[in-house]
């Protein structure tokens, strides 16, 4: 069992920053791919970064080389530096943790681009 809790959402305006935090307990948290996801009112849920316990990272089109995900193995946790926020960016973001058929998620958090 991998327990995440995500913070460091809030409101911020167009072409403003964020970074989120997810925290991860439970298991060797440096065996995990880990990953963001978001979900806007009425859409499904979509893949916004991975880092993969090897380092490598992956991004969509939407976010890439405004997103980019970190993780400290010594602390057991994953970062989402968000810059460049555009309105579209408006969800819930949700961590991910998994390792073959294993697949956790935090509970979200909301973040609003909004001016």
């Known amino acids: 069992q991998v327990q995440l809790v995500e913070s460091g959402g809030g409101l911020v305006q167009p072409g403003g920053s964020l970074t989120l935090s997810c925290a991860a307990s439970g298991d060797i948290f440096s065996d995990y791919a880990m990953g963001w996801y978001r979900q806007a009112p009425g859409n499904q849920r979509e893949f916004v970064a991975r880092?993969?316990?090897?380092?490598?990272?992956d991004y969509p089109v939407s976010v890439k080389g405004r997103f980019t995900i970190s993780r400290d193995n010594a602390k057991n946790t994953v970062l989402l530096q968000m810059n460049s926020l555009k309105p579209e960016d408006t969800a819930v973001y949700y961590c991910n943790a998994g390792r073959g058929i294993r697949n956790y998620w935090g509970q979200g958090t909301q973040v609003t681009v909004s001016s």
């Open positions: 880092i993969t316990s090897a380092g490598n990272t």
